[in-house]
């Protein structure tokens, strides 16, 4: 990449932070808006762990992958210390690999 690019990218990334506590009074939102926007976070982020979960460069990943992140969120959701959470779902994909469920 060039030098020219990442000093555009570096700039534009500044301005995008600058202008949220610049234009922070000049902006007003409605209650629905900010809702609305809540809503798209948590949407967004379910996209991510979805394509995390399901996909590798576009192919389906099989069931050993999805299968250790829904131990891990249920684990997560009943609020199970991290370091368990992260090892059962690792697990859980190891022991379905070896037991050869792709």
Known sequence: ????????????????????PVLRDRITVSDSVRRLLGLAAIALLAALIATAALLDGGRFVGIARPAGVVVGAVLAWRKAPFVVVVVAAALTAALLRV???E
């Open 99 to 101: 037991a050869g469920v």
């Open 1 to 20: 990449m060039s030098w020219i690019a990442i000093i555009v990218l570096a700039a534009g990334t500044y301005a995008f932070r600058l202008a949220g």
